[in-house]
């Protein structure tokens, strides 16, 4: 009989009654799992102490699986209370898609943990179980939506021989524009080597051979003079102390009569730097010495410039 202490903590008992059964390799830490919304498209690899249950953990006919595994170590702030109780309490639940299961290992999308965590159990996802809980979404915010609406207008313009992403965070997006421009050579930039070496073992399961992912500043790009036909950032100037120095930096490694494209929210309230206009936006971009368009989105400014000499 379970004692009013196993009853009122189930995770506790669950934990003593189903042992490890495997491990989780990615290249997560406790810093860049803080930001879970962007995590979640990145890949994980289970690895089974026993090799040759995979094929009975992991069935071609379901395609996503809930896997309880070690709870990450830290606390989100009581907005995303949610989050706590799912990953961070005495144990970790994520529902996973699965990518790819191989001898020994199976690739997965979404699982909330670090690197090293333990296994404890690994359940299939059904249609029946997404039906039920459909009106539970991974909690978004204002950004996210100005992302959601800006972005999809704004990728499949990006084109060129030499494209660097900076700001790259999991790469999710610098994949995407690899795969817009297959001849090309991409790169995404992150000043976090958790999250470039995160990117580039998503990039490899996915299978994207044309972009490479390295740790480095946008005060310091680690490029050469007039060596990149297009650059991109995404939602990140906005972070920087010294948005002016980056963009001077950005235009040194810009080929002449190269791109570069950025979207900047707008009346943007999580204070993270400057809150400025479109048209502060794109006076700044013209001291540094870029001709510079703008379109604006709601809750962004596109800004597409160009430099000239």
């Not at 996503?64 to 144990?91: A, G, M, Q, S």
């Amino acid at each position: 009989m379970l004692s009013t202490r196993e009853l009122l903590f189930p995770e506790i008992k669950f934990r003593d009654m189903f042992g490890e059964i495997g491990s989780i390799r990615n290249e997560a830490d406790e810093t860049s799992l803080q930001i879970l919304a962007l995590f979640r498209e990145s890949i994980s690899e289970i690895r089974l102490k026993e090799p040759e249950s995979v094929s009975a953990y992991f069935n071609p006919d379901y395609s996503h699986y809930i896997v309880v595994h070690t709870p990450l170590n830290i606390r989100f702030p009581e907005k995303r209370e949610e989050w706590n109780l799912r990953f961070c309490r005495d144990v970790g639940v994520s529902v996973v898609e699965l990518v790819v299961a191989e001898t020994g290992s199976a690739y997965v999308r979404g699982l909330m943990a670090v690197n090293g965590s333990k296994v404890y159990a690994i359940l299939p996802f059904t249609s029946i179980d997404a039906e039920k809980t459909k009106k539970a979404e991974f909690p978004e915010d204002r950004m996210a939506r100005v992302r959601a609406q800006a972005l999809p207008a704004v990728l499949p313009g990006i084109k060129g021989e030499t494209i660097l992403d900076i700001g790259s965070g999991f790469g999710s997006l610098t994949m995407e524009i690899a795969k817009n421009n297959p001849d090309s050579q991409v790169y995404g930039i992150d000043i976090h080597d958790s999250l470039t070496g995160q990117a580039q073992m998503n990039a490899e399961v996915l299978g994207v051979p044309n972009v490479e992912f390295r740790t480095g500043s946008a005060y310091a790009l680690p490029f050469e003079r007039d060596s990149v036909d297009t650059a991109t950032c995404f939602f990140m100037l906005h972070h920087l102390e010294d948005i002016k120095f980056a963009l001077f930096e950005i235009k040194r490694v810009m080929k002449k009569g190269g791109s570069l494209t950025a979207i900047e929210p707008l009346a943007h309230h999580h204070h993270h730097g400057p809150q400025l206009s479109a048209e502060a936006w794109k006076e700044l971009f013209e001291d540094v010495g870029f001709s510079v368009g703008t379109e604006n989105l709601e809750g962004a400014v596109v800004l597409k410039a160009v430099k000239a000499e």
